[in-house]
């Protein structure tokens, strides 16, 4: 069931609330890649499972891509804990990369990948591991087709 915008602190996205979810001190690094807007959206399923849907739009695909980039150095210095790599059978590793694992009894699945003008972020939670996997790239799939 789709929540209602402001729920977990979904719906529109600027350049200050975009910081603070990366967990930035400031907004100087998104402000240089041409940060324009973004949005969040919120899905609450069976057994709790959710899907979160982040789309940050840039000025430029290149800086788009070098938002992408600073994820993806960031997340293969430190990867999310017990997670592990998988592919995103649509896109190359120069354009996508997901993660998957369980940590403290919760299990998560995301595909976060870049398409033009867009940064795309899908994250999936649930109960059972081996299906968030699988349903991360086909929502990240769905929302790669829409844009």
């Not at 990948?113 to 591991?129: E, S």
Request: hydrophobic share 45%; proline share 7%.
């Amino acid at each position: 069931m789709q929540q209602p915008d402001a729920v977990d602190e979904t719906g529109p996205t600027d350049l200050a609330r975009a910081a603070r979810e990366e967990g930035a001190a400031d907004d100087s690094l998104l402000r240089a890649e041409g940060f324009v807007r973004g949005f969040r959206r919120l899905w609450i399923g069976p057994e709790h499972a959710q899907i979160l849907i982040s789309v940050y739009q840039f000025e430029t695909p290149a800086g788009a891509r070098k938002n992408f980039a600073r994820f993806k150095r960031a997340s293969d210095t430190k990867p999310p804990p017990g997670a592990h790599k998988f592919a995103i059978p649509f896109l190359g590793p120069s354009q996508a990369v997901g993660f998957a694992g369980t940590a403290k009894g919760d299990s998560a699945a995301a595909a976060v990948y870049v398409k033009g003008l867009f940064g795309v972020q899908v994250i999936c939670n649930g109960p059972r591991l081996p299906e968030l996997q699988h349903r991360a790239i086909a929502v990240a799939k769905a929302q790669f087709l829409e844009l």
